[in-house]
């Protein structure tokens, strides 16, 4: 059965703190893994798509990368402003679904 | 970048009732539409993917006769949740895929609460 564990499941950070937010994966035909940003109320924002193992994205403060386990999300210099749930999702096989991760709730502090 | 319409974006209604939601693909055509149900601080869970045209498939442990769910054309599929109970209140949100690129675009979802 595909499978989608995010760690840690809430992470508190003082602006301008690096860290990074984990996603492991098991999947059979791993076609790509999805990150997604959620405010409270809100339908998922589209990040990042990785689709091979050793492939990266970046986007102003956040770098994603995949391995063949698991993704890793980076926030590099956090502003409160990125205090999100951030989403983790994986789409394999022949359909276009996706199964989500429990999700990383970020708290970022001025 | 595409955009994935959902309404209403909060609905109350009675328990016994029965409640639609709308999700239309206002700038690309669909070919298949995802919805997903999320309870307070969980993630999202799929409940069934829809083809125009075609029945809806429903996950596991998804009741097809309660969520019903239409995709009559290419630009909109609808939820429709029969006899609510007050379980039923969660956040609904539907996604689209635009055919082929595997890419999936996301409603902003509909708090249903059922009293």
């Known amino acids: 059965e595909d499978q989608v564990t995010q760690s840690p499941e809430a992470l508190r950070l003082q602006e301008g703190e690096s860290s990074s937010l984990n996603c492991s994966y098991t999947?059979?035909?791993?076609?790509?893994l999805f990150w997604y940003r959620q405010d409270p109320g809100k339908g998922p924002e589209f990040l990042f798509t990785?689709?091979?193992a050793g492939e990266e994205k970046e986007k102003e403060r956040l770098k994603a990368t995949l391995t063949k386990k698991e993704s890793f999300l980076h926030i590099t210099a956090p502003k409160p402003e990125d205090s999100a749930t951030y989403l983790c999702?994986?789409?394999?096989?022949?359909?276009?679904?996706?199964?989500f991760g429990t999700g990383t709730r970020l708290q970022v502090f001025p | 970048g595409a955009v994935v319409s959902q309404h209403p974006s909060r609905v109350i209604c009675k328990s016994g009732t029965s409640v639609k939601i709308e999700c239309r693909s206002l700038?690309?055509?669909?070919?298949?539409m995802f919805w997903y149900r999320q309870f307070p601080k969980q993630s999202l869970m799929l409940m069934a993917t829809?083809?125009?045209?075609?029945?809806?498939?429903?996950e596991q442990g998804v009741e097809k006769d309660k969520f019903l769910i239409n995709h009559a054309s290419l630009t909109l599929s609808t939820l429709t949740v029969t006899s609510a109970h007050p379980e039923d209140s969660s956040f609904y949100i539907c996604?689209?895929?635009?055919?082929?690129?595997?890419?999936?675009?996301f409603g902003e979802g509909s708090r249903l609460t059922v009293l």
């Open positions: 999702a994986v789409q394999a096989g022949d359909t276009d679904k996706l199964i």
């Open positions: 829809s083809n125009e045209g075609s029945k809806a498939t429903y």
């Open positions: 990785l689709y091979s």
């Open positions: 700038d690309f055509q669909a070919t298949t």
């Open positions: 996604s689209a895929s635009r055919g082929g690129t595997g890419e999936l675009f």
């Open positions: 999947v059979s035909g791993l076609r790509g």
